[in-house]
């Protein structure tokens, strides 16, 4: 779940972090002159949006006076970036930066462990640094077992060849960030760039954070603090209709979960789930060539009705040929029972289940009875001994076969 | 009837106001309840949801409770322990 950039800057101010004088969100063109006024001297208008790609799109404007805020602020809270408008215009001053640097902890999905990233060589997208100049670029792994130790901060900041006061400063910060970042389950917090003022003095000058979505509850608090409303939900657009009503049907029925239904243009409708199962075999349909109409996840012992009501709803999608089932090995959701589910729903919907299920792959708990079942209504099956990459491909097969 | 369980009860069973309350009590997916005339009254929309869990096998007399499994042969369910 994303943050705004006047969000992100207020956890981080939160918890100590310098900000530019000012750094207020306008609404209206007069408020925006109004802040300007109290801020005084050089200013910088930045369009609060939930994208990328501001400053190509005009939503970061400089001004010296009031009235030029005022007027910067008018043009910005018009402006469409990337299909968004503004929620508001942050005002700051204008710092005079000496050098910028890039600060960023996120998740390294690999690893299993967060990563700090930091360079000397902020304000540009990271990637790029990377891509172009890795040497300018110093990472650290740390656990999230222990309490995070300043040394850890020090070793990334010291690797980059920073000595002195720089060295000090920039640890405090580094550490910092780290533990916000734990402290609230975030999958990134970013500071880019983070600017050494002339005096020596570190300065937040752009701010990123993203919290992961399964942690909204836990953080309330915080959410209110930021003026986050519950029903946000901060995705890059919003739910189609298709999704909407995936999302009654988990709400409507207790049992399991049948969530995160997520629209794409395909032609294979996906039953996917289990431990991260979801997204291996969403990859793994697109790594075959596959053109996946959805993405959900199952998981938790679904009813047979929720899963029945979830392959109607993938069946009703228009240009959906065929539905793969498809789970890593599962525990505690019961093959019979999702087996059930499916068949059924494929028998309401108007079908042949042994026609409309490219390949039913999902191993584990009462799996003898659930491959009865679609031995009896001829769906194609396969058990653990077949990895999940490989019934996506069978699966994506039977798709270009048809 | 189902599509994949049957469920099948004694006449006796379904007419013994003890029975039918236990029944109601036990099933975890709600598959029968007491009718109006306090008979016992399977909930056909349920009944595909059954998990097998054979707590109605041992409620009333033996046998007077039978699950059977429509995609194994029509195999009524045993109770296991």
Redesign the interface.
Known sequence: MRFYEYESKALLAKHGFPLPKGSKVAHTPAEAEAIAREIGGPLVLKSQVLSGGRMKAGGVLFTETPAEAKAAAETILKLEINGQTARGVLVESKQPIAQEFYLGVTWDGTAKKPVMILSDMGGIDIEEVAEQHPEHIAKRHFSTLMPFADHKAKELVASLGITGSDLNRLTRIVATLARVFQQYDLTLAEINPLGKLEDGSFVAVDGHVDLEAEAKGKHKKLLEELGIGEDETRQARPPTPFEIKGREINEVDHRGVAGNVTEFDGTLGLVIGAGGGSLTLFDAVRKHGGDPANYCEIGGNPSVSKVCNLTKLILSKPGVEKIAVMMNVVSNTRVDLVARGVIKGVIEAGHEPSEKIAIFRIPGSWERDGFKLLEKYGVEYCDRSVSMYEAAGRAVAKMKAA | MG??IEIKVSPDAAKDPATVKKLSEVCP?GIFTAGGNGELEIVD?NV??C??CELCLGVGAAGSVQVL?L??GNQPLERSR
Request: glycine content about 0%; proline content about 0%; charged content about 35%.
């Open positions: 599509l994949f997916v929309a595909d949801e998990t097998l499994k995609y194994d």
